[in-house]
């Protein structure tokens, strides 16, 4: 069982936009700005596509953004393409370590 | 290019020991925390260990403290992992990861660690 909890699929067509929530509690998420998002394909490491809840790291596309309020992050994709399609992870800090979600599949129709 | 190169992993037996390694490139090793993070088969990411830059500080997650240790050689750019009495399920990929808690940028291609008899 993870610590954070995510839908476990998402889905939608191309162009359209989607949001991944990523819930935890006051003593990871809610308690620290310091959440990131990874996007993994089958067979391929995880990519670190959003940082401390809302930055994007060089080289992302601006389509993804990141945001929170209160115990809830988000992950939004927008203007969805065929390679979109992945696995996505929420991770927050918490008391010295780091809590991963279970994972979210994001399928594009 | 910054790169992360995972080795050490295969089949061992429960009980048995295993060290996996991570050769840095590209960057100032010495200057970075570096992680483990693993994923079972099928399942989803758990962060293992991570050690500070010059190696005075580790920290562990509590379903592998006191059989895991994290160690570096930073005049080699080198992580290991060194794990002992293992269990089924420590069957994973192993990744080391470059950052800080909750920061892992990039991630090695990871190894795959096979605990059965």
């Known amino acids: 069982q993870s610590a954070l909890t995510q839908p476990a699929s998402v889905s939608g067509s191309p162009g359209q936009s989607i949001t991944i929530s990523c819930t935890g509690t006051?003593?990871?998420?809610?308690?620290?700005?310091?959440v990131s998002w990874y996007q993994q394909h089958p067979g391929k490491a995880p990519k670190l596509m959003i940082y401390d809840v809302s930055n994007r790291p060089s080289g992302v596309s601006n389509r993804f953004s990141g945001s929170k309020s209160g115990n809830t992050a988000s992950l939004t994709i927008s203007g969805l393409q065929a390679e979109d399609e992945a696995d996505y992870y929420c991770s927050s800090y918490t008391s010295s370590s780091t809590s991963f979600g279970g994972g979210t599949k994001l399928t594009v129709l | 290019e910054v790169q992360l190169v995972e080795s050490g992993g295969g089949l061992v037996q429960p009980g048995g020991s295993l060290r996996l390694s991570c050769a840095a490139s590209?960057?100032?090793?010495?200057?970075?925390?570096m992680h483990w993070v693993r994923q079972a088969p099928g399942k989803g990411l758990v962060w293992v260990s991570r050690i500070n830059s010059d190696g005075s500080s580790t920290s562990y997650a509590d379903s592998v403290k006191g059989r895991f240790t994290i160690s570096r050689d930073n005049a080699k750019n080198t992580l290991y992992l060194q794990m002992n009495s293992l269990r089924a399920e420590d069957t994973a990929v192993y990744y080391c990861?470059?950052?800080?808690?909750?920061?892992?940028?990039?991630w090695g291609q990871g190894t795959l660690v096979t605990v059965s008899s």
């Open positions: 006051s003593s990871d998420v809610g308690g620290y700005n310091y």
């Open positions: 990861a470059r950052g800080r808690l909750a920061l892992f940028d990039p």
């Open positions: 590209g960057f100032t090793f010495s200057s970075y925390w």
